[in-house]
């Protein structure tokens, strides 16, 4: 048996800032995102997958994961994040699979589109679109919150989202799964992530109307509430460096978790074996409620 609380690393973590957004690379500790601790089982086999903000924390863990189980998958990450993004593409090909790396801002409309037409071609189909790339600053003062910050975390966060599901819907069949990350933050806001939280009650709105709206067509549409995740959106703005050394401790497992956590969720919600969920929020928050 394998205690919850300690399983993963449960000390503090050093203040270390960065420039957004951010490269896991360079953390202390590296997010565990399953490089060798996932062990797949063919879950996901012939199928091929899209991963927006593929390079790092949780939609690291899920691309790794996704290659582990028998997936082609191809990332999205922004251009700085290139050297990370290489670490993913090499543990998926050493599974055997292909991976297909797609660089590029989605806050650009025509990118948030070009991106999945770009996966189609490579991967030569498309089953599964994990919306997952996030933008988060934090702000304690709703005065101080600018134009630009508000405008860049809409269109990573929810209008990217729109327009990549748009451009998928010409080759998403019957069985094919869509999976947006939310956040507790969409059901339990905190006082500096207004912009943000706003965002991901969006997304998880965004789940319950297209499972309905999709379900007739066979498409599954679900979600994933991640609580305090150790990924680089934390340190490069997403929380303020104060609040780093005790990162996660106040959930009632009283640590942060890895993206490596969530990735057995990512995978059910994308394979066969998740056939009859749809319109659903997970939850990975280390016991706080998002009900």
């Known amino acids: 048996m394998n205690n919850p609380i ?21 953390m202390t500790p590296v997010p565990d995102c399953g490089e060798t601790s996932y062990k797949g089982a ?21 691309a790794v994961a996704y290659g582990k189980e028998g997936a ?27 991976c297909e790396l797609i660089p590029g801002d989605l806050r650009d409309k025509q990118f948030a589109i070009d991106v999945v037409e770009k996966a189609h071609e490579a991967l030569g189909g498309l089953d ?8 988060q600053q934090y702000e304690y ?5 600018n134009e630009q910050q508000l405008r860049d975390t809409f269109e990573v966060n929810v209008f990217s989202n729109v327009f990549s599901i748009q451009a998928a819907m010409k080759y998403l069949k019957p069985g094919a799964s869509i999976i947006i990350t939310s956040s507790i933050q969409g059901v339990k806001p905190s006082l500096q992530l207004v ?11 965004m789940t ?9 067509k066979g498409i599954r549409v679900n979600s994933v509430a991640p609580g ?10 997403g929380q303020h460096q104060d609040k780093i050394p005790d990162f996660g401790k106040k959930e009632p497992l009283q640590r942060a978790g890895q993206p490596v956590e969530l990735a057995d969720v990512y995978v059910l919600l994308a394979s066969d074996n998740a056939s009859y969920i749809t319109g659903q929020v997970y939850g990975v928050t280390g016991g706080s409620p998002i009900n």
């Open 6 to 26: 300690n399983k993963y690393f449960n000390e503090s973590f050093d203040k270390q800032p960065q420039e957004y957004p951010g490269i896991q690379s360079k």
């Open 228 to 237: 305090p995740i150790w990924t680089p959106l934390q340190i490069c703005g």
């Open 208 to 216: 319950k109307s297209l499972a309905a709206q999709l379900g007739p």
């Open 42 to 62: 063919d879950k996901l086999k012939g199928k091929k997958a899209l991963i927006t903000g593929g390079d790092s924390g949780i939609g690291r863990a899920a």
């Open 128 to 135: 599964i679109l994990v919306l997952n790339a996030g933008m």
């Open 72 to 98: 082609d998958v191809a990332i999205n990450y922004h251009p700085d994040e290139q050297s990370d993004a290489e670490e993913v593409k090499a543990v998926i090909e050493a599974a055997g699979q292909k």
């Open 195 to 205: 912009d943000y939280a706003m965002t991901k009650s969006c997304n998880i709105s």
């Open 141 to 145: 003062d709703i005065e101080n919150l």
